[in-house]
Each structure stands twice: as C-alpha cells, then as structure tokens.
C-alpha cells in the first residue's frame, strides 16, 4: 500500500462548478497535510494545510481532514479556467514528506 | 529571496556517466528533500534530510546516494547512471516539525535528467 493515494483519474469540470479530489494515506501517525497545485512544466505549489480535524476554508478552497479515516480532500469552488492543473496531496510525519500521484483538473470554459 | 535553488536545469548523460545534482536553500530550513516525477507517478521520495548530518531512504533509493553538506545545501548523485534514472528531480525544503505551522516544503526549479 502506498503511503499516499490518489486513485481518481482526470478530472473535467466546467467553468464555475465545484472540483473535489480525494487523498487517503497509510501511516496514522502522519500529523500535517498539504495540497500542492502544479502547473505543467513548473514546481508543485503550496495551496493549503491542514492539521485538525474538520474543515479549513481559504478563499475558493475548502480542505478536509478526517485522521480517524485516514482521508483528506480539497473542494475547489467557482472554478476558473486557470485552476487546471496537476493537484498534489502530501502528507508529512517524522519529517518524512510524501506525495501522491496527483489528479489532473481540467476547467472547461 | 532565491529560496531553492538548484543545478544543473537540464542535464543529457550516457549510461554509466556519473553526476551530481546540487541543492542549496536559503531560507535556514532544517529538513530537506529529493524527489523524482515521473509521468503518472507523481512526486517520489528518494533521500530526505530531517537536519544537518542525517540523511534517510525514502520510497525510491537505489542507484542514487546524497550528501547533506552543511544546513543550506544537500546534493544527489548518480554514480552510474541508467535510463531509468531519466525523469525531472525536485529538491525541496521546510522546516522542521509536524501538527504546527509553517512546514509547507519549498521547491526548487527541477532537473531534467535525460540518461541515453
């Protein structure tokens, strides 16, 4: 099992409606969560954290955090054409920084 | 602030060539990263640091070996390298610790390493 997962494929949203992507992780003792956006051809890019249970909202961006089920998600509201992406989760414990794969968000205008 | 830097940006080697990618932060970070993306597999760990003089394996170790030189700088070499190893190489840092704030990670630019 990998240390985080992010199975959903790419993710095709129009204009103005809500992307939601999903992130589940292997390690409970894991303590702070992240959402990294990527660019194609750039550097991932912090969006959010998260370290408590329940819901951190930041402008159009809600994270979600459930440590008992081992679950984060991010809701991109209002999404705009420059929101597609490459959406990274991390998750850190130990000092030891994991990512996975990423989900692909696609704004059609 | 020049945050992460790193070098070479775009790197062409021959199999069994050898080379080191170096990593310098300025931003007093006690941890630091190396990671590989390659397509559809996200961001994969390969060493990290969690302070000067440590370092540790992460998800994808073998055929590379780091050097965490003083606290700014912390380098991944390729002793014989293979075209497995072609991919974009990410150094990264943050500061220490866990359930506080401020630990995001900080990237660098990426190497894109072509071995043929």
């Known amino acids: 099992q990998k240390e985080v997962e992010q199975n959903s494929g790419p993710l095709s949203v129009p204009e103005g409606a809500i992307a939601s992507l999903n992130c589940t992780y292997s390690?409970?003792?894991?303590?702070?969560f992240f959402w990294y956006r990527q660019y194609s051809g750039k550097s991932p890019e912090l969006i959010m954290f998260?370290?408590?249970?329940g819901d951190k909202e930041d402008g159009r961006f809600t994270a979600q955090l459930n440590k008992a089920s081992q679950y984060v998600s991010l809701l991109i509201r209002d999404s705009q054409p420059s929101d597609s992406a490459t959406y990274l989760c991390?998750?850190?414990?130990?000092?030891?920084?994991?990512f996975g794969k990423g989900n692909q968000v696609v704004v059609i205008p | 602030n020049a945050g992460v830097t790193q070098t070479p940006k775009f790197q062409v080697l021959k199999t069994g060539q050898s080379m080191t990618l170096q990593c310098a932060q300025d931003?007093?970070?006690?941890?630091m990263y190396w990671y590989r993306q390659d397509p559809g597999m996200g961001l994969r760990l390969i060493y990290y640091s969690a302070s000067e003089g440590t370092t540790d394996k992460g998800e994808v170790p073998n055929g590379y070996n780091v050097s965490r030189l003083n606290k700014r700088e912390f380098s991944l070499r390729l002793e014989s390298a293979a075209p497995s190893q072609t991919s974009v190489y990410f150094c990264?840092?943050?500061?220490?610790?866990?359930?506080?704030?401020?630990?995001?990670?900080?990237f660098g630019q990426g190497t894109r390493l072509t071995v043929v």
């Open positions: 998260i370290y408590s249970n």
């Open positions: 931003m007093n970070h006690n941890s």
């Open positions: 991390a998750v850190k414990g130990n000092n030891r920084l994991a």
């Open positions: 390690d409970r003792g894991s303590q702070s």
């Open positions: 990264a840092s943050s500061r220490t610790g866990v359930g506080v704030g401020n630990t995001e990670a900080f």
